[in-house]
C-alpha cells in the first residue's frame, strides 16, 4: 500500500513535553494519521505503518468495544507524532491514558520504520502505545498498578496477533522469544514455584525473577493473556465488557477480585485458579485450572493429579491411573476463536465413570441426592476418611459394573437407601422392577423383549453359567427376587446408562459433574431435579 503526504501542519506536542509547535507531514488513514517531521519518508513504508496502525486500531476497538475519548485530533483522527530527539524527554514513546494520542522520538520512530523498510515487520512500540489509548479500566483494576500497564503489554501483542502483523526483534530477541518469555515463561514461573502470589507479585509490584528481569506489569499482562489463551477471543471481548460493569476498587484486593470475577464471567469457569496463593504451585495457569477441576471431580488432592506436558498435550494421570490427553495449544485456539478450557473441562466427567459416578448415582438414585463433598471424599479420595474409598486397593478389582452393583446392594440392600427402596420395589419382580429401574434411570420404560435382553443372557461365574438375572441373586444374596437382587440390577443399570452415555440420571450427572468442574457447584443436591432435562430421556423402543 502506498500512501501519499498531506500538506505540512504544524503540531503541538502534549502538554508536559514542555516543547513548542512543530512543523510536522501528515500521512492519514482510516483511524489513524501519522506526523512525521520529514516530508520525504519513503510512500511506500509509510502505507505499510499506516495501515497496520490502522488495522491494530481495529482489533483494539474490537477487544474492548470501546474507541478513545478524542483529544488533539487531526481530521478525527488519532495522532501518532514524530519528535527529536531531545535528551531531556523521560520517555520514549508515550500514549495518553484512555484518550487519542501518541508520541515517539525520531530514534524509536526510526525502529518501526527500519523494520517495516528492511525486513518487512514491526516494532512493537506503537502497538503498545494504543494500549494507553484503550485504556478505560482505571477505576475496576486501576488500584494494582500493574494492570494498568500490563493491558498495553498484552494488547500489544493480541492486536498485532490479530491483525496478522509480523513483530520485529526487540533488543538482541527476535519477536517470538520476546512474546513468549512474558506471556508464557513469566506467567510459568509465577505459577510453578509455592513462593509467588498476585499479592506479592503485581499487588506489591515485584515481579518473579527471571532471566530477562521483567516487570509486575509483564506479569499482570501474562495474566490477562490467560483469557484470550483459554477462552478465545469472544471471551476475552466479554470479559473487557464484564469488567466495565464491576464497581471500582479502591483497593489491591478488590482490583484483583475484580479480574478474577470477570475472568470467571467470560470465560463460564470459576477462575479462582488465577488468584495464585502461596504454596499453590501448578505449570501453568491453564493447568492450574484443569489439576483443581480435576481434584474437584475426582476428589483427589492436588498432590495426586500428576501433570506431564508435551508438546501441545496434556496428560492428567488419577490414583486410581486413569489417564488422558488433552491438545493445549493457544495458536488452535486463536484460530478457532473457541474456549479449549472449557471444552477440555467439560470432558473431566467422562473420567469419573469408576470413582464419582459411582457415588454421584447410587446415592442419587436410592438415597435421591448426591452425597455432601464430605460425603464423597469419604466414599471417593484417596486421603479421606474411608480405607476402601473407590479409589482404593479394595476396589481395584472390581470392573465397572461390579463398581456399581457393590454400591447398589450396600445402599439398596441394607444402607441409608434400603426403606425408600423395599417401599418402591419390595413387591414387585425382579421383571418388572427392572422395567421402573429402567424407566426411573433412562427416562423411558422398555418393553418385555427388551427386559428380556437385558435379563436373560448367559455369563460364566466361576464355572458355572448363569443368567444375568441369576447374577444378580448371587450378589444380592436373598433369591431371584429379593430386594437385593433387584439392588444389583439397579447397580448393573446405572452402569450401562454410563459406559452409553444415555439416558436421564447420566446425562444429569455429566451436567452436575461438569457445573462441578466449571464452577465448583455444591455437592448435596437432588441432580435430577436441579439438572434433568426433556432432551435427556432415552427410548429403548
Same mark, same amino acid.
Given at each position: 500500500?502506498?500512501?501519499?503526504?498531506?500538506?505540512?501542519?504544524?503540531?503541538?506536542?502534549?502538554?508536559?513535553?514542555?516543547?513548542?509547535?512543530?512543523?510536522?507531514?501528515?500521512?492519514?488513514? !482510516?483511524?489513524?494519521?501519522?506526523?512525521?517531521?520529514?516530508?520525504?519518508?519513503?510512500?511506500?513504508?509509510?502505507?505499510?505503518?499506516?495501515?497496520?496502525?490502522?488495522?491494530?486500531?481495529?482489533?483494539?476497538?474490537?477487544?474492548?468495544?470501546?474507541?478513545?475519548?478524542?483529544?488533539?485530533?487531526?481530521?478525527?483522527?488519532?495522532?501518532?507524532?514524530?519528535?527529536?530527539?531531545?535528551?531531556?524527554?523521560?520517555?520514549?514513546?508515550?500514549?495518553?491514558?484512555?484518550?487519542?494520542?501518541?508520541?515517539?522520538?525520531?530514534?524509536?520512530?526510526?525502529?518501526?520504520?527500519?523494520?517495516?523498510?528492511?525486513?518487512?515487520?514491526?516494532?512493537?512500540?506503537?502497538?503498545?502505545?494504543?494500549?494507553?489509548?484503550?485504556?478505560?479500566?482505571?477505576?475496576?483494576?486501576?488500584?494494582?498498578?500493574?494492570?494498568?500497564?500490563?493491558? *498495553?503489554?498484552?494488547?500489544?501483542?493480541?492486536?498485532?496477533?490479530?491483525?496478522?502483523?509480523?513483530?520485529?526483534?526487540?533488543?538482541?530477541?527476535?519477536?517470538?522469544?520476546?512474546?513468549?518469555?512474558?506471556?508464557?515463561?513469566?506467567?510459568?514461573?509465577?505459577?510453578?514455584?509455592?513462593?509467588?502470589?498476585?499479592?506479592?507479585?503485581?499487588?506489591?509490584?515485584?515481579?518473579?525473577?527471571?532471566?530477562?528481569?521483567?516487570?509486575?506489569?509483564?506479569?499482570?499482562?501474562?495474566?490477562?493473556?490467560?483469557?484470550?489463551?483459554?477462552?478465545?477471543?469472544? *471471551?476475552?471481548?466479554?470479559?473487557?465488557?464484564?469488567?466495565?460493569?464491576?464497581?471500582?476498587?479502591?483497593?489491591?484486593?478488590?482490583?484483583?477480585?475484580?479480574?478474577?470475577?470477570?475472568?470467571?464471567?467470560?470465560?463460564?469457569?470459576?477462575?479462582?485458579?488465577?488468584?495464585?496463593?502461596?504454596?499453590?504451585?501448578?505449570?501453568?495457569?491453564?493447568?492450574?485450572?484443569?489439576?483443581?477441576?480435576?481434584?474437584?471431580?475426582?476428589?483427589?488432592?492436588?498432590?495426586?493429579?500428576?501433570?506431564?506436558?508435551?508438546?501441545?498435550?496434556?496428560?492428567?494421570?488419577?490414583?486410581?491411573?486413569?489417564?488422558?490427553?488433552?491438545?493445549?495449544?493457544?495458536?488452535?485456539?486463536?484460530?478457532?476463536?473457541?474456549?479449549?478450557?472449557?471444552?477440555?473441562?467439560?470432558?473431566?466427567?467422562?473420567?469419573?465413570?469408576?470413582?464419582?459416578?459411582?457415588?454421584? @448415582?447410587?446415592?442419587?438414585?436410592?438415597?435421591?441426592?448426591?452425597?455432601?463433598?464430605?460425603?464423597?471424599?469419604? @466414599?471417593?479420595?484417596? !486421603?479421606?476418611?474411608?480405607?476402601?474409598?473407590?479409589?482404593?486397593?479394595?476396589?481395584?478389582?472390581?470392573?465397572?459394573?461390579?463398581?456399581?452393583?457393590?454400591?447398589?446392594?450396600?445402599?439398596?440392600?441394607?444402607?441409608?437407601?434400603?426403606?425408600?427402596?423395599? *417401599?418402591?420395589?419390595?413387591?414387585?419382580?425382579?421383571?418388572?422392577?427392572?422395567?421402573?429401574?429402567?424407566?426411573?434411570?433412562?427416562?423411558?420404560?422398555?418393553?418385555?423383549?427388551?427386559?428380556?435382553?437385558?435379563?436373560?443372557?448367559?455369563?460364566?461365574?466361576?464355572?458355572?453359567?448363569?443368567?444375568?438375572?441369576?447374577?444378580?441373586?448371587?450378589?444380592?444374596?436373598?433369591?431371584?427376587?429379593?430386594?437385593?437382587?433387584?439392588?444389583?440390577?439397579?447397580?448393573?443399570?446405572?452402569?450401562?446408562?454410563?459406559?452409553?452415555?444415555?439416558?436421564?440420571?447420566?446425562?444429569?450427572?455429566?451436567?452436575?459433574?461438569?457445573?462441578?468442574?466449571?464452577?465448583?457447584?455444591?455437592?448435596?443436591?437432588?441432580?435430577?431435579?436441579?439438572?434433568?432435562?426433556?432432551?435427556?430421556?432415552?427410548?429403548?423402543?
Amino acid at each position: 500500500m502506498t500512501i501519499q503526504p498531506g500538506a505540512p501542519l504544524t503540531y503541538q506536542p502534549f502538554p508536559g513535553d514542555n516543547v513548542g509547535p512543530i512543523q510536522e507531514t501528515p500521512w492519514a488513514g !482510516t483511524h489513524v494519521v501519522v506526523l512525521t517531521l520529514s516530508p520525504s519518508r519513503d510512500p511506500v513504508v509509510m502505507g505499510k505503518i499506516v495501515s497496520a496502525l490502522d488495522a491494530a486500531y481495529s482489533e483494539y476497538a474490537l477487544i474492548t468495544g470501546r474507541t478513545p475519548v478524542s483529544y488533539g485530533t487531526i481530521d478525527g483522527l488519532l495522532t501518532l507524532a514524530e519528535l527529536p530527539d531531545n535528551p531531556s524527554y523521560t520517555f520514549a514513546e508515550q500514549g495518553y491514558l484512555g484518550f487519542t494520542g501518541i508520541e515517539f522520538q525520531t530514534t524509536y520512530f526510526n525502529l518501526l520504520y527500519d523494520d517495516v523498510r528492511n525486513t518487512n515487520t514491526y516494532d512493537q512500540g506503537p502497538f503498545y502505545e494504543l494500549g494507553r489509548n484503550f485504556w478505560f479500566y482505571g477505576d475496576q483494576l486501576g488500584a494494582v498498578d500493574a494492570f494498568v500497564t500490563g493491558f *498495553a503489554i498484552v494488547n500489544r501483542f493480541i492486536s498485532m496477533q490479530l491483525a496478522g502483523l509480523p513483530g520485529g526483534p526487540f533488543g538482541s530477541m527476535d519477536f517470538s522469544t520476546f512474546r513468549n518469555s512474558i506471556l508464557v515463561d513469566l506467567v510459568n514461573t509465577a505459577f510453578a514455584s509455592g513462593n509467588y502470589s498476585l499479592e506479592n507479585t503485581i499487588a506489591a509490584g515485584v515481579a518473579p525473577n527471571t532471566a530477562n528481569h521483567w516487570s509486575s506489569a509483564d506479569l499482570a499482562g501474562a495474566l490477562l493473556y490467560q483469557v484470550f489463551q483459554d477462552g478465545g477471543l469472544g *471471551a476475552y471481548q466479554a470479559f473487557y465488557a464484564d469488567l466495565a460493569k464491576l464497581p471500582k476498587a479502591t483497593t489491591a484486593q478488590a482490583a484483583i477480585d475484580n479480574f478474577v470475577s470477570a475472568a470467571s464471567q467470560a470465560l463460564g469457569v470459576d477462575a479462582s485458579f488465577l488468584h495464585k496463593q502461596v504454596g499453590q504451585a501448578f505449570q501453568s495457569p491453564t493447568l492450574a485450572s484443569l489439576d483443581l477441576a480435576a481434584e474437584r471431580v475426582w476428589r483427589l488432592e492436588a498432590s495426586l493429579v500428576s501433570t506431564q506436558q508435551a508438546g501441545a498435550s496434556h496428560t492428567f494421570t488419577g490414583s486410581a491411573g486413569r489417564e488422558v490427553q488433552y491438545l493445549i495449544d493457544s495458536s488452535h485456539l486463536v484460530e478457532t476463536g473457541q474456549s479449549l478450557l472449557v471444552t477440555t473441562l467439560k470432558a473431566l466427567p467422562s473420567l469419573a465413570q469408576d470413582a464419582s459416578s459411582v457415588a454421584t @448415582l447410587a446415592y442419587e438414585f436410592f438415597t435421591g441426592s448426591v452425597p455432601s463433598a464430605a460425603g464423597m471424599d469419604y @466414599l471417593v479420595s484417596p !486421603t479421606g476418611p474411608n480405607l476402601n474409598n473407590l479409589n482404593s486397593s479394595y476396589y481395584q478389582s472390581f470392573n465397572l459394573e461390579n463398581r456399581y452393583i457393590n454400591f447398589g446392594v450396600n445402599l439398596g440392600k441394607n444402607g441409608a437407601g434400603a426403606a425408600n427402596f423395599a *417401599a418402591h420395589y419390595g413387591a414387585l419382580s425382579l421383571f418388572e422392577a427392572t422395567r421402573q429401574a429402567y424407566a426411573t434411570l433412562f427416562g423411558d420404560a422398555p418393553s418385555d423383549t427388551k427386559l428380556h435382553a437385558l435379563l436373560d443372557p448367559s455369563t460364566i461365574i466361576n464355572g458355572p453359567t448363569v443368567t444375568r438375572a441369576e447374577y444378580f441373586a448371587i450378589y444380592g444374596g436373598d433369591g431371584p427376587n429379593g430386594i437385593g437382587a433387584k439392588a444389583a440390577m439397579v447397580g448393573w443399570l446405572m452402569a450401562e446408562a454410563v459406559k452409553a452415555d444415555l439416558g436421564t440420571y447420566a446425562l444429569s450427572n455429566d451436567a452436575f459433574l461438569t457445573d462441578v468442574a466449571l464452577h465448583n457447584a455444591p455437592f448435596g443436591v437432588d441432580i435430577i431435579g436441579h439438572y434433568a432435562q426433556p432432551g435427556f430421556v432415552f427410548h429403548p423402543g
